[in-house]
């Protein structure tokens, strides 16, 4: 009996420790959860029912909304945006109003809407609600129904003017999922859904993606994003995003978001009509300024840059020792990023990784040489890590949008593969950033058939690397010869 005794005795002694630190998780995870739903914005709290304020807790909590402790400028009211595209579009002769001025529609690429309702019943069946954990998409294979196919009634407005626009081009898909009802029509919803209508009354840019993995979509979605928070006057916290599509969440996308910007709201998720107060349509994917590589300018991409950067808690600073340079490789990695591609097969891979790091740690006398994985990192380690880079080395791929974050005296080498350039007339993208931020920039493309790789490897000849590296240092550091 005792002996018993004193075995429970030792089980409990051994399991109290774990126990203890168990109800200690929970109760801290309580707490979390407590506080940053304390933390939401006020006006979102005052500003929505009650059911999308129970909602709100339940799904856009899992990380704190866009807070900023800086005092941005451009922000400010009395900012003005003076030059760009944005600027050109919302000129006078290039825009459209109908609905009585409730609906204005910029130079066919956005739009700005007042007490608007979305009702997701106009969506055609079967379609994905969006935010599932990706990789039960991946499992499921669900994400087939996350480009929504919708129907006229999705969008509606109610007024007395309801004349047409003369709508083209990127804006005519938006403009026909548009129904404007003349102001004495007695009904917009039907009687079951209206009673449980929910209205929002914060700002609301929304955004409708296509390649939601691509970080060079993703990039132009924040860019115009932020374009339209210098145009409308608005900080992070006082604007919403919201998704017009069923794609899987992606962690690192979705909470860089919520921290650049402020909460994100799914289409999907309001089973009810839903009455935005202030809705901006935003720019088509593809059709951002950055994707429109022809350009000879584009404008406020230091701002972007300075802005997207203090968000994620980086330093804008930057400085330039010629002495000790910085190289960034972006290594590129086999993995799955969407239901198209199970395997996760990736083209653009470096044959031979450890002969280019080696090559490029002998180019400069002691120089700092990184290879990075972009994909599965924290935007904010990112953001980090580019931000310190001299010199940025990689293949072309999406990872290269990053240019948009380097320092202003840094330099890009960006490597194509055999034949790449004939069949893409848009490899030219990261070229167009460097040159709009005035950035050294310099590319090699293989013509050797030898060089490519089965297995969407590509060889980069050790002696082209250094060569090249060392052109792009000269540029960098004019004044300083200590390369051997």
């Known amino acids: 009996m005792k002996r018993k005794l004193r075995l429970m005795v030792l089980v409990f002694v051994c399991a109290l420790p774990v126990l203890l630190l168990q109800y200690g998780v929970m109760f801290a995870r309580t707490v979390k959860n407590k506080i940053k739903i304390q933390e939401l914005p006020v006006n979102m709290q005052t500003n929505v029912t009650k059911v999308f304020v129970e909602s709100f807790k339940q799904y856009f909590i899992s ?18 945006l003076t030059q760009g595209m944005v600027y050109t579009w919302t000129q ?27 009702d997701t019943s106009y969506i055609n069946r079967p379609f994905s609600k969006g935010g599932q954990n990706f990789k039960e998409v991946i499992m499921s294979h669900l994400d087939k129904e996350s480009n929504w196919v919708v129907r006229p009634g999705f969008w509606t407005q109610r007024c007395n003017d309801t004349k047409s626009l003369n709508v083209n081009g990127v ?3 938006f403009y026909k999922s548009l129904s404007m009802i003349p102001q004495q029509t007695n009904a917009t919803i039907s ?3 209206a009673e449980n209508v929910t209205v929002i009354s914060n700002f609301t840019v929304a955004i409708s993606r296509g390649d939601y993995w691509n970080l060079h979509q993703y990039m132009m979605h924040c860019l115009d994003t932020f374009l339209m928070m210098v145009l409308y006057s608005k900080k992070p916290g006082e604007v919403s995003l919201l998704l017009v599509d069923g794609h899987p969440e992606l962690f690192i996308y979705d909470n860089t978001w919520r921290r650049v910007f402020g909460p994100v709201l799914r289409a999907g998720h309001f089973e009810h009509p839903v009455i935005f107060k202030r809705l901006i349509w935003g720019i088509k994917e593809g059709f951002s300024p950055i994707a429109l590589y022809q350009e000879e300018k584009v404008h406020y991409l230091e701002e ?3 802005f997207f950067l203090q968000q994620n808690g980086v330093s804008n600073a930057s400085s330039l ?5 910085k190289i960034t490789l972006i290594i590129r990695r086999n993995y ?3 239901i198209g591609n199970i395997p996760g097969n990736v083209e653009r891979k470096i044959f031979n990784e450890g002969e280019v790091i080696a090559a490029l740690k002998t180019v400069i006398p002691e120089s700092i040489v990184s290879g990075r994985i972009m994909d599965s990192a924290p935007m904010e380690d990112q953001v980090a890590w580019i931000s310190k880079t001299d010199i940025l080395v990689g293949v072309h791929g999406a990872g290269m949008t990053h240019t948009l974050f380097l320092p202003r005296h840094a330099g890009i080498f960006e490597i194509f593969p055999l034949n790449f350039q004939a069949t893409r007339p848009w490899y030219c993208v990261y070229e167009a950033v460097a040159r709009w931020r005035s950035l050294p920039y310099i ?6 058939p030898q060089n490519e790789i089965e297995g969407g490897f590509i060889y980069i000849p050790v002696e082209t690397l250094i060569a090249n590296v060392k052109q792009l240092y000269r540029r960098i550091c004019p004044k300083t010869d200590i390369l051997i």
């Not at 002769?93 to 956005?110: A, E, H, I, M, W």
């Not at 020792?321 to 340079?325: E, G, N, T, V």
């Not at 590319?443 to 050797?448: A, I, K, V």
């Open 336 to 338: 799955i990023s969407r």
């Open 191 to 193: 009687d079951s859904r």
């Open 321 to 325: 020792d010629c002495s000790r340079i």
């Open 443 to 448: 590319s090699w493309t293989n013509t050797s």
């Open 63 to 80: 990380e704190p909304v866009s807070k900023t402790n800086f005092n941005y400028t451009y922000f400010d009211p009395s900012f003005k």
């Open 304 to 306: 972007f840059r300075d």
């Open 171 to 173: 804006a005519v898909p």
């Open 92 to 118: 006078i002769n290039n825009t459209q109003k109908t609905c009585d001025d409730s609906f204005v529609l910029y130079g066919n690429r956005f739009a700005e809407l007042h007490d608007v309702i979305m």
